[in-house]
């Protein structure tokens, strides 16, 4: 009996132990701007309707404000009810890894705001495949000036690759930030309530008064 305790003492202490959030190489998160003093991170879905009304509400901020004001950071969170999410938060990775943090951003915001054609509705009868090459094709004709591997891109998306672990990380690290949702909003490290409610005008006048505080 004693020996029976003991092995499933080992067996639920390996389980447990495997659950804890992997340390990434990098920090998690695409970085723009430059204010340590104030920072805002955003969780994001690649395919989520609020995630991209925040991400053009930010990019409003950003185009309107010094580089200096504040220091934003986007995490990629992918839904798991937003079944192509993930794969194409992969190839986001793949391209912040190989071409830039803009590349990168800006195949985030080509995501979003094309995010109807990539629904499970809109995609029910394609192939994995196929979704992968309608990622391709809209890349293809809309960010061509970043010279992007199209066949590298495509395998990223693919289960297994380098990028699909290191989407399953930064999922990980959301959750342990308690994340549930997109968006989510943190200032500072510590969760903005509400804070995808703001329009832009709101955020600036906020980081603008946070700066004059420091």
């Known amino acids: 009996m004693t ?21 990434p190489k990098i920090p998690d998160g695409l970085i723009i701007g430059d204010n340590p ?3 805002i991170e955003a969780y994001y879905d690649i395919f989520c309707p609020g995630s991209r009304e925040s991400y053009n ?7 309107s404000l010094e580089k200096d004001s504040f220091t934003f950071i986007i995490h990629q969170f992918p839904l798991p009810y937003h079944k192509n999410a993930f794969s194409a938060s992969a190839g986001y990775k793949y ?14 915001g080509l995501m979003l705001n ?44 693919k289960p297994g ?3 699909n672990i290191e989407t399953r990380y930064s999922w990980k690290y959301g959750t342990s930030r308690s994340v549930s949702g997109t968006p989510t909003i943190f200032v500072n490290g510590v969760l903005f309530d ?18 004059q505080q420091n």
């Open 37 to 39: 003093n104030l920072v």
């Open 114 to 157: 094309n995010l109807e054609q990539f629904t499970d509705l809109a995609t029910l009868n394609l192939k994995q495949s196929e979704v992968y090459q309608k990622i391709i094709d809209l890349v293809k004709t809309q960010l061509p000036q970043y010279q992007i591997n199209y066949d590298e891109l495509l395998n990223s998306m």
């Open 95 to 108: 391209i912040w890894k190989t071409i830039s943090s803009e590349a990168a951003y800006k195949f985030e």
């Open 161 to 163: 690759t380098p990028e």
């Open 194 to 211: 509400k804070g995808e409610e703001l329009s832009a005008q709101q955020w600036i006048q906020y980081i603008q008064n946070r700066k």
């Open 3 to 23: 020996k029976v305790f003991v092995l499933i003492s080992l067996f639920l202490g390996i389980c447990l132990g495997s659950q804890y959030t992997p340390i």
């Open 57 to 63: 509400i930010f990019k409003t901020v950003i185009e």
